[in-house]
């Protein structure tokens, strides 16, 4: 069974940093890409970056590109998002989901190429 668990949320003031994690199990990476996805009350899911299967494609929301990286790594199962300088809008429920590959090289960003979710982490920044 695909299980994915994020971790690693929090309050942190505005310019600050968080390290996501995302813990899962019953696959190996070979086999899906990796997503993040953020969201607000009264909005839509959105991507915010993604890792292909291979490692080696990655995506990212305009609104984080040079602030966020993902990385992961195998031998802990686990894909890891590093967000810094982060701002007030980045204040959303995060979620990591798996989704089928389509290119070994590259990941989409869509929350409907995904099907496999993990349970959201709460990050807060304050002004």
């Known amino acids: 069974e695909v299980q994915l668990q994020a971790s690693g949320g929090g309050l942190v003031q505005a310019g600050g940093s968080l390290r996501l994690s995302c813990a899962t199990s019953?696959?190996?990476?070979?086999?899906?890409?990796i997503g993040w996805f953020r969201q607000t009350p009264g909005k839509e899911r959105e991507g915010v970056s993604c890792?292909?299967?291979?490692?080696?494609?990655?995506y990212y929301a305009d609104s984080v590109k040079g602030r966020f990286a993902i990385s992961r790594s195998i031998a802990e199962n686990t894909v890891y998002l590093q967000m810094n300088v982060l701002k007030p809008e980045d204040t959303a429920l995060y979620y990591c989901?798996?989704?089928?590959?389509?290119?070994?090289?590259?990941?989409?960003?869509?929350?409907?190429?995904?099907?496999?979710w993990g349970q959201g982490t709460q990050v807060t920044v304050s002004s």
């Open positions: 890792i292909s299967s291979r490692g080696d494609g990655k």
């Open positions: 019953g696959f190996t990476f070979d086999d899906y890409e």
């Open positions: 989901a798996a989704g089928d590959t389509v290119s070994v090289h590259s990941c989409r960003g869509s929350v409907t190429d995904y099907f496999a």
